[in-house]
């Protein structure tokens, strides 16, 4: 009729999220950004970007079908440049799974070898009910990217591991961490006597010199520490995907942990008399028996290799971070 306006019509309702990506994208801040796709971007962003890596995920937005094309996307990811799957490409993965006549549920596992970033499996986990992912890939700097992003993907944040006074293990949030004791809690119960940590793995050494592992996503102050190599051990560091040990005969002594167990054999790997040490890139940095710090190339050390004076002084036990030695 004369006079009439037209009015636009209303927009779509929001995309819904799969269950874990909607508790996963709100407890990041990022389930505001509309479809899965966009939250995952949201959520890539955060748990790559600290880590100095390329950006992860690169989104053209255009408008695709939702799994089994229920619900619009916020975007596709684009080529990557880097070999991986893209996650349009997931979602077409997992289609073809759900398309065989059932989808992914708690009952299976799925598994991606070569995960890379492991981009691949965390899409498969926040976008479906899997009961387990898991990503298998042989490059270090991405495995290690990989489990950081898993943890945060589990809602564990980046957190400081310790030994209290009592030698159970005790942690506290990174995030707004001040100088005063509150916000320290009680995470493993058990006497230790020094701890690494190596994706979602803690090991420990106990009172037994017997060195111990929990999954940190999983550890509790009751849960049970399972055996996970041989003693005598006093001390250890984790490097890579290597566990070095400080054992009773005051040498350095090493496993691989893909091949570690409560009986595999410890390989020797340097001479002297060592008390304390802390493993930055190619060099290990050791405390000797007079209390000075000396170092060597970890890819060099041997039994017949020499160590070097690195700084004299009354040192206990070491710490790196970055290019500092504390």
């Keep these: 009729s004369r006079g009439a306006t037209s009015q636009a019509p209303p927009p779509p309702p929001p995309p819904l999220l799969p269950t874990r990506l909607a508790d996963v994208g ?65 979602i077409v993965l997992l289609e073809a799974i759900a398309a065989f006549g059932k989808a992914l549920s708690a009952s299976d596992e799925f598994v991606h070898v070569g995960s890379g970033w492991g981009k691949v499996a965390l899409e498969a986990y926040l976008l479906t009910d899997v009961g387990k992912v898991v990503g298998i890939e042989q490059d270090i700097a991405l495995l290690h990217a990989a489990q950081m992003a898993g943890r945060a993907a589990l809602g564990l944040s980046p957190a400081l591991y310790g030994i209290g006074p009592d030698n159970s293990v005790y942690v506290r949030s990174l995030q707004n961490m001040t100088s005063d004791d509150v916000g320290w809690q009680l995470a493993g119960d058990g006497s230790v ?22 999954r940190l996503s999983s550890m509790t102050p009751g849960s049970v520490w399972q ?37 595999s054999e410890w390989i020797l790997t340097s001479k002297g008399f060592v008390y304390g040490m802390a493993i930055a890139g190619d060099t290990v940095y050791a405390v000797g028996d007079d209390g000075a710090v000396w170092s060597q190339g970890l890819s060099s050390m041997s039994t017949e290799s020499d160590w070097n004076l690195a700084s004299k002084g009354t040192v206990e036990r070491l710490a790196v971070h970055g290019t500092t030695l504390l």
């Excluded at 479809?35 to 989104?59: K, M, N």
């Excluded at 701890?195 to 420990?204: E, M, N, T």
Aim: aromatic share 8%; net charge negative.
């Design 227 to 263: 055996p996970a190599a041989r003693p005598s051990v006093n001390a250890i560091e984790l490097h890579n995907d290597t566990l070095y040990a400080i054992r009773e005969d005051r040498r350095i002594w090493r496993q691989a942990l893909c091949n570690m167990t409560p009986d």
């Design 26 to 90: 709100r407890a990041s801040g990022c389930s505001h950004r509309g479809g899965p796709l966009s939250v995952l971007e949201c959520l890539f962003d955060q748990w790559y970007a600290p880590i100095g890596s390329e950006r992860h995920v690169e989104t053209t937005l255009q408008q695709e079908p939702g799994l089994n094309g229920s619900a619009p996307w916020g975007g596709v990811a684009a080529a990557a440049g880097n070999g991986e799957v893209t996650t349009i490409g997931t």
């Design 193 to 214: 006597g020094s701890i690494a940590v190596a994706g979602d793995f803690l090991y420990a050494v106990g009172m037994d010199k017997i060195v111990y592992k929990q």
